[in-house]
């Protein structure tokens, strides 16, 4: 009986213990359905039409916008000051959207 007890108790401590493990270390988000989901959303925006597909002139329109917001100073080319902004500026609003 004493061994019975002690084997119930030993495995009620081992379930505890998991169960506190796998609270204390998050999951981290799968890069793949993340990467799914950015390509879905993006693929909403450029789909004016909402057909589900994007045509060349959709793709080119979406990215001509794209270009003219980098384009701060209109002059109609981009320097590597202008993309490491953009990109930076894509990287905090991902932080912000995963809440970190």
Excluded: C, H
């Amino acid at each position: 009986m004493r061994r019975r007890n002690l084997a119930i108790a030993l495995l009620v401590v081992t379930a505890l213990g998991v169960g506190f493990a796998q609270k204390a270390v998050p999951k981290q988000p799968d890069k793949n359905v993340m990467a799914i989901e950015n390509v879905k959303q993006l693929l909403l925006l450029m789909d004016t039409d909402k057909r589900g597909k994007i045509s060349k002139q959709q793709w080119m329109a979406f990215m001509e916008a794209e270009f003219d917001k980098l384009d701060l100073q209109k002059k109609g080319e981009l320097d590597q000051t202008a993309i490491r902004q953009a990109a930076m500026y894509v990287k905090q609003a991902r932080s912000a959207d995963l809440g970190r």
